[in-house]
Nanobody, 119 residues
């Protein structure tokens, strides 16, 4: 059973930093692409950053230069370091992975962690 659990959200002032973690189980973490998404109130869920098992990472334009995605395959954990936070970064942040079975992709999500940036 695939399980993703996020940690590290909270309330921070603008300009501050937070580090999110996502602990994964039930998958071969080292070969899975992993990503972070976020959803602000009244808005659609959007990609923040994605990290393939190999290859280059991808970031949303709005977070480039401020956020860094990383992974520790020995701990089955994905991270998102968020610096220079802005009020518009306020959202619920979700960890995501996709598992292929019989040629069909299945998306898995964590429960989300709230990030609130005050001005």
């Amino acid at each position: 059973q695939v399980q993703l659990v996020e940690f590290g959200g909270g309330l921070v002032q603008a300009g501050g930093s937070l580090r999110l973690s996502c602990a994964a189980s039930g998958i071969i973490f080292s070969i899975n692409a992993m990503g972070w998404y976020r959803q602000a109130p009244g808005k659609q869920r959007e990609l923040v950053a994605v990290m393939p098992a190999g290859g280059s990472t991808k970031y949303a334009d709005s977070v480039k230069g401020r956020f860094t995605i990383s992974r520790d395959n020995t701990k089955n954990t994905l991270y998102l370091q968020m610096n220079s936070l802005k009020p518009e970064d306020t959202a619920v942040y979700y960890c995501n992975t996709e598992v292929w079975r019989a040629g069909v992709p299945f998306a898995y999500w964590g429960q989300g962690t709230q990030v609130t940036v005050s001005s």
